[in-house]
């Protein structure tokens, strides 16, 4: 490279990188798990026609961990298990987040869930983490990398759960945020701390990267919940405010009933109800919300992340190419369209 590449570029040749690699790990599977993974990352139909191809813009995790080599020096080579094994630990997740919160559509297609039955998207989910972790078995730096992967999916695990206890409508700022680091945060450090081992850096650089992918999740998670809620589900590929349907307790719903004012008072009794909201009372939440400054809140969080994330990425001393890339990334991450 001579030149740091705009976002679209990165995230088309991880995709040209990373995808085959990706399908390749999944068709190990056994025929029928294989054929409903396939269902999920729409390579296939349920009736095995019509293959899809990846979607680019979702690659962010990956291209992180190609990334995060190079900027210690590394060839993005070495780091493509890695990059496998984090997007198919991202897909296990989606898997059983969407029964969780059974949410009908995912990027726009049925969710697996409804498509084919909870029983399937379970044990796809199921099978999709332990194909990550093959993934790492079978390259070097085994030893490194597989119990960086294993921490990893046990906090993704203890986020969910987080996140389902917030759904019982805990107003807890602090708890929210909690599951923000746990659900998504913990992830995208992994994938930077990944790439920065296979590059073969030092703990303390390697830990430097590791928290540029903490902090970028943070953000990540402060924008996705804002896509919840005022985002186009032609853009997201998801119910208009699910998340405010269900009453999940998203970061600026809690930072908006953490206040003492009249509509934060309105919004928890809203979420009080024991059924999930109607369109009627959806609008009315994010009315609220917006008018508590929440929103407003919720955005300055995700830029003083992104913030916080290039000050750990100046102090890993990157490659300068890579870590113009990763800001890249990073900037993209909050401001993703609504």
């Not at 390749?24 to 409903?36: D, E, G, K, Y």
């Not at 019509?50 to 993005?76: E, H």
């Not at 059974?102 to 869930?113: F, M, S, T, Y």
């Not at 993704?156 to 945020?177: C, F, K, M, W």
């Amino acid at each position: 490279m001579t030149g740091a590449r705009d976002c679209p570029t990165i995230l088309a040749h991880t995709a040209t990188t990373v995808g085959p690699l990706l399908r390749s790990r999944v068709c190990r599977l056994p025929r029928r798990i294989r054929h409903v993974c396939g269902v999920h990352f729409g390579w296939w139909t349920e009736h095995g026609t019509a293959p899809d191809t990846l979607d680019t813009r979702k690659l962010i995790r990956p291209a992180l961990t190609l990334l995060a080599c190079q900027a210690v020096g590394g060839a993005a080579r070495d780091a493509r298990p890695a990059a496998v094994a984090v997007e198919l630990v991202h897909n296990a997740g989606l898997l059983h987040d969407d029964i969780i919160d059974q949410d009908p559509l995912r990027r726009g297609r049925p969710a697996l869930w409804a498509a084919q039955g909870v029983p399937a998207a379970i044990l796809a989910g199921d099978a999709l983490f332990f194909a990550a972790v093959q993934a790492l078995v079978d390259a070097p730096g085994a030893d490194r990398s597989v119990p960086v992967l294993l921490n990893t999916v046990q906090g993704l695990i203890e986020g969910e759960y987080r996140d389902v206890l917030l759904e019982t409508g805990d107003d807890r700022e602090h708890e929210a945020l909690r599951v923000a680091v746990a659900k998504t945060a913990v992830l995208l450090a992994c994938a930077c701390e990944l790439g920065a081992a296979a590059g073969g850096a030092a703990p303390a650089r390697a830990g430097h990267l590791r928290a540029f992918g903490h902090h970028l999740g943070i953000a990540f998670q402060c924008a996705d919940d804002l896509l919840g809620i005022w985002g186009d589900p032609r853009t997201t590929g998801k119910p208009a405010r699910s998340d405010l349907r269900h009453r999940k307790v998203s970061l600026p719903v809690a930072a908006a009933m953490a206040q003492d004012s009249a509509q934060a008072r309105q919004l928890r009794e809203l979420y009080r109800a024991g059924a999930p909201l109607g369109d009627d009372d959806c609008a009315r939440a994010a009315d609220l919300i917006e008018r508590t400054g929440a929103r407003e809140a919720t955005e300055r969080r995700a830029l003083g992340h992104v913030t916080d994330a290039l000050r750990h990425l100046d102090s890993a001393e990157p490659d300068p190419v890579p870590a113009a890339e990763l800001a890249a990334l990073a900037h993209l991450v909050v401001h993703r369209d609504r």
